[in-house]
């Protein structure tokens, strides 16, 4: 009886063993995966440092020049429409550096956000990677264009921040004024984080449709769950909206609503997508 337990011990012991090993494993895939998109990082942050020039004049301060595309798209929407005031005369703020290591860090920051940015869609390729080996061949079937969806989803977020709310917040917040005796005088970091928080913050929530695949693929979202919570959804994705902008302008939060309200409709559609292929593989499963 001891023996046999010796021996029930002893096999314990080597799938403990086992499982420590396959723990220890993916804990080294793991570390060579973060290993390389770190790498990735630096690779395209030196980019943006050898470009500095283009990257600051023509991507940071865009949105602070007048001849940006989507106030000269907002002047000629003016001129056919006659409504003089939407056209954007002035950006009345001027941007300092308050602190000695402000404009280095500024370099450092920004060139670290574009890397970022561009190297988006090579982390997600990683995320794949390390996810791939735990799935089924149907769920890597199911989940093929993942890094080509969720990158054009990103990208077409950041681009709406980018071109459409980071203006029209820069635009409102610069145009109040209180009193004459006050003069707009913004940190340099300040700016930057403006910018990247609402241009990345939107490419994050436009992300929503792979959020909801996955979820609907977990069993955790329904499409109609979903449609039943079309009304929470809303006052959800109003807050979010006005977290978000950081202006108090109903028209930009309005702005930055619309496109989550869409984006919220297509997920639906994705998860119904989702049920229905669940469903027809239920049925050819017990018909087999």
């Known amino acids: ?6 021996i029930d011990a002893i096999k314990e ?3 403990n063993i086992e499982a420590e090993m396959s723990f220890f494993e993916h804990l080294e895939v793991l570390r060579w995966h973060i290993i390389r998109s770190v790498i990735a990082i630096i690779v395209f942050a030196i980019l ?14 865009g949105p602070k020049n007048l001849d940006f595309w989507t106030y000269r798209m907002m002047c000629k929407v003016a001129d056919v429409l006659s409504l003089d005031d939407f056209c954007v005369q002035r950006i009345p703020f001027n ?7 402000g404009q280095f860090m500024l370099q450092i920051n920004s060139c670290l956000l ?5 190297g988006f869609p090579y982390l997600l390729f990683e995320v794949w990677l390390f996810v791939k080996p735990a799935l089924t061949a149907r769920e ?14 990103f990208a077409l977020g950041a681009l709406f921040g980018y071109y459409i709310v980071v203006p029209l917040s820069i635009n409102f917040l610069a145009n109040i004024s209180l009193s004459a005796e006050i003069t707009n005088q913004i940190t340099i970091d300040n700016y930057l984080s403006t910018v990247a928080t609402l241009s990345l913050g939107c490419g994050i929530v436009f992300l929503l449709p792979i ?3 996955i979820l609907s693929k977990l069993g955790i979202m329904t499409p109609q769950f979903m449609r039943a919570s079309r009304r929470y959804a809303a006052v959800i994705i109003l807050v979010i909206a006005a977290v978000i902008t950081p202006s108090a302008d109903v028209i930009t939060m309005l702005t930055v609503a619309a496109p989550m309200f869409l984006l919220y409709e297509i997920s639906i559609m994705v998860s119904s997508k989702v049920k229905k292929e669940k469903e027809l593989k239920e049925k050819e499963f017990y018909k087999s």
Do not use: C, H, P, W
């Open 95 to 101: 941007i300092i550096s308050t602190e000695l290591t």
């Open 114 to 118: 574009m890397a970022v940015a561009l």
């Open 211 to 213: 959020l909801i695949f």
């Open 48 to 61: 943006s440092f050898t470009f500095y020039d283009f990257v600051f004049n023509q991507i940071i301060m």
């Open 140 to 153: 890597q079937k199911s989940a093929r264009g993942f890094v080509f969806y969720a990158t054009l989803l």
């Open 1 to 6: 009886m001891s023996s046999k337990k010796l």
């Open 13 to 15: 012991k080597g799938k």
